[in-house]
């Protein structure tokens, strides 16, 4: 930005507003897991997040390819679940009961309101793509690195 229209203080507001658009997003993801957590496992949600903060920062420190591979860890067993989801729901789907509550859900407004989350996943999941090119910037080798992970 600086070099672009050679204000330094507005390179500085944008480098920072990145930053806190980070922090906001890293936040209201930790948050979001602890309450998913508290489903399985009686826990405050102070200790869960800070847990998990700190199990992040192990892994970010340990490394990026290893943040890959966390990453492509954590990635399947969530294809796994949606695969599981599936299988319990398919008996469902074959019989017209599924027709029946489907009309009924898009009366109710909590229909709405998951529909909404889903599109906040999806814009935390463009953020993802974002911070790839950030680390880009980051190797010696981008093609090599990139090409190797096939990203």
């Given at each position: 930005?600086?070099?672009?229209?050679?204000?330094k203080?507005?390179?500085?507001?944008?480098?920072?507003?990145?930053?806190l658009?980070?922090?906001v997003?890293?936040?209201?993801?930790?948050?979001?897991?602890a309450?998913?957590?508290?489903?399985?496992?009686s826990?405050?949600?102070?200790?869960?997040i800070?847990?998990?903060?700190?199990?992040?920062?192990?892994?970010?420190i340990?490394?990026?390819?290893?943040?890959?591979?966390?990453?492509?860890?954590?990635t399947?067993?969530?294809?796994?679940?949606?695969i599981?989801?599936?299988i319990?729901?398919l008996?469902?789907a074959?019989?017209n009961e599924?027709?029946?509550?489907?009309?009924?859900?898009?009366?109710?407004?909590?229909?709405y309101?998951?529909?909404?989350?889903?599109?906040?996943i999806?814009?935390?999941?463009?953020?993802?793509?974002?911070d790839?090119?950030?680390v880009a910037?980051?190797?010696?080798?981008?093609?090599?690195?990139?090409?190797q992970?096939?990203?």
């Amino acid at each position: 930005m600086e070099q672009a229209f050679n204000i330094k203080g507005l390179s500085i507001t944008i480098a920072l507003a990145v930053v806190l658009t980070g922090i906001v997003s890293s936040a209201t993801l930790v948050n979001g897991f602890a309450g998913y957590f508290r489903e399985f496992v009686s826990a405050p949600d102070v200790v869960v997040i800070t847990l998990v903060c700190i199990t992040l920062g192990i892994v970010a420190i340990w490394g990026i390819a290893e943040s890959v591979n966390v990453a492509v860890a954590i990635t399947l067993t969530e294809l796994l679940g949606l695969i599981a989801v599936v299988i319990v729901a398919l008996p469902a789907a074959t019989n017209n009961e599924i027709v029946t509550a489907e009309s009924q859900a898009l009366q109710h407004p909590v229909f709405y309101f998951g529909i909404l989350s889903g599109a906040g996943i999806e814009f935390y999941a463009f953020i993802g793509f974002e911070d790839m090119v950030n680390v880009a910037e980051e190797v010696k080798n981008v093609r090599h690195v990139l090409r190797q992970r096939k990203i």
